[in-house]
Antibody, heavy 130, light 108 residues
Framework: QVQLVESGGGVVQPGRSLRLSCAAS????????MHWVRQAPGKGLEWVAV????????YYADSVKGRFTISRDNSKNTLYLQMNSLRAEDTAVYYCAKDSYYYDSSGYYPSYYYYYMDVWGKGTTVTVSS | EIVLTQSPGTLSLSPGERATLSCRASQSVSSSYLAWYQQKPGQAPRILIYGASSRATGIPDRFSGSGSGTDFTLTISRLEPEDFAVYYCQQYGGSPYTFGQGTKLEIK
């Protein structure tokens, strides 16, 4: 079945770095964009970043722009989030989520499209604290 | 950036009652690219509604979505015990793909 499994969370000091991973299975990873969404303790959902199916197009929330980098390795069916210069306010559960827009490998797409998130992982917890 | 404001913050109802949740956008959401998610404690969110009014696979027909432009509504026709959760709206008309702050649906 379609599954996303995040890993790499932990406790890290302010200013340090951490890399999250999201292993995908049960679908053709390279045909879909992927998102990271986070949720601070007791708070709502915050969209963090998205990457296109081919890894070329990326968007970030202003709160993480310049500090976080989203990437993917389609040969390994894995999504990443490199988090640098971490702050206390980055403390959250980080979810990876599959975008629902399907890119046919043989199709021509003049633009990148992002739709709703139809599959979510269980999340990995990042705590930024000294 | 499109800001989504959900109301009410908390809704207290009993099983069998009808729930109406609102999501208002600070500017028009293009092509009704508005989704609703359900989140239960300790779980990841789950997609309920996309395109403002289309139910996702496996979602019971007691869940319905409506609206366009800046005003959207999620309706649960007859509440079941498993429906008590937090509900989020999200727009995917353009980056940043913002969420509302959520509505907590609690048992009265």
């Amino acid at each position: 079945q379609v599954q996303l499994v995040e890993s790499g969370g932990g406790v890290v000091q302010p200013g340090r770095s951490l890399r999250l991973s999201c292993a995908a299975s049960g679908f053709t990873f390279s045909n879909y964009g992927m998102h990271w969404v986070r949720q601070a303790p007791g708070k709502g959902l915050e969209w963090v970043a998205v990457i296109s199916y081919d890894g070329i197009n990326k968007y970030y929330a202003d709160s993480v722009k310049g500090r976080f980098t989203i990437s993917r390795d389609n040969s390994k069916n894995t999504l990443y989030l490199q988090m640098n210069s971490l702050r206390a306010e980055d403390t959250a559960v980080y979810y990876c989520a599959k975008d629902s827009y399907y890119y046919d490998s043989s199709g021509y797409y003049p633009s990148y499209y992002y739709y709703y998130m139809d599959v979510w992982g269980k999340g990995t917890t990042v705590t930024v604290s000294s | 950036e499109i800001v989504l404001t959900q109301s009410p913050g908390t809704l207290s109802l009993s099983p069998g009652e009808r729930a109406t949740l609102s999501c208002r956008a600070s500017q028009s959401v293009s092509s009704s690219y508005l989704a609703w998610y359900q989140q239960k404690p300790g779980q990841a969110p789950r997609i309920l509604i996309y395109g403002a009014s289309s139910r996702a696979t496996g979602i019971p027909d007691r869940f319905s979505g409506s609206g366009s432009g800046t005003d959207f509504t999620l309706t649960i026709s007859r509440l079941e015990p498993e429906d008590f959760a937090v509900y989020y709206c999200q727009q995917y008309g353009g980056s940043p793909y913002t969420f509302g702050q959520g509505t907590k649906l609690e048992i009265k």
